[in-house]
């Protein structure tokens, strides 16, 4: 049974550009969670996806966004890029919205 | 708002030596408590989890018990080993579903030979 999986592993982009990420929940899982881990912190919520709709949202701009598709894969796409933006991002998957959650391995993003 | 605390590190500890990571919590309601490790360059694993006072979550020696009068759910290990080397994140997220995860800034943990 695989795990949820995230792709590419690692991304280099430059300041205004804008970057799409992949995730594959675990097979079963209809819920799709993003994370943003800056470096030496915790997972920040950035949005949660369930049923195709944003469900709920954290703190972030709008130039965070998402998409979950029939198959309950999720992108989350980042526009306009800062170097703030630079971190590890998380996909975590659940048998339902209030489920515990499964992580990805992450993307690593670099912002330059 | 939900918060999580937990003891700064790092932590170095010898292998076979007894561990502690605390781990205090505000929330209204009762929260559903979980435990999850990071090894070096890789994501996020759930580790233990306890979903309503006084549970005791367990994994892999580890174990944490959900104390409601101290809204605490520390880490604990009777024997550490170098390959218990990572960073452990503390989180909470409400039992009815309407928040997500909200994690404690982690504790680095060094257990060395």
């Known amino acids: 049974d695989a795990g949820v999986t995230q792709s590419p592993t690692h991304l280099i982009k430059t300041r205004g550009q804008q970057v799409t990420l992949r995730c594959s929940p675990k097979?079963?899982?209809?819920?799709v969670s993003w994370y943003q881990q800056a470096l030496g912190q915790g997972p920040q919520f950035i949005f949660q996806?369930?049923?195709?709709?944003?469900?709920q949202r954290g703190n972030f701009p709008d130039r965070f966004s998402g998409h979950q598709f029939p198959n309950y894969s999720s992108e989350l796409n980042v526009n306009a890029l800062l170097l703030g933006d630079s971190a590890l991002y998380l996909c975590?998957?659940?048998?339902?919205?209030?489920?515990?959650?499964?992580f990805g391995p992450g993307t690593r993003l670099l912002v330059l | 708002g939900d918060s999580v605390t937990q003891m700064e590190g790092p932590v170095t500890l010898s292998e076979e030596a007894f561990l502690t990571i605390n781990c205090t919590y505000t929330a209204t309601g009762y929260p559903s408590l979980f435990w999850y490790v990071q090894y070096p360059g890789e994501g996020l694993q759930l580790l233990l989890k306890a979903t309503k006072a006084d549970d005791k979550g367990s994994n892999k020696g580890f174990e944490a018990t959900y104390r409601k009068e101290t809204t605490s759910f520390h880490l604990e290990k009777g024997s550490v080993q170098v390959s218990d080397s990572a960073v452990y994140f503390c989180a909470l997220s409400d039992s009815s579903g309407n928040t997500p995860l909200v994690f404690g800034k982690g504790t680095r943990l060094s257990v060395i030979a």
């Open positions: 097979s079963g899982h209809d819920t």
């Open positions: 996806y369930y049923e195709e709709e944003e469900r």
């Open positions: 975590a998957s659940s048998l339902g919205p209030s489920e515990t959650q499964y």
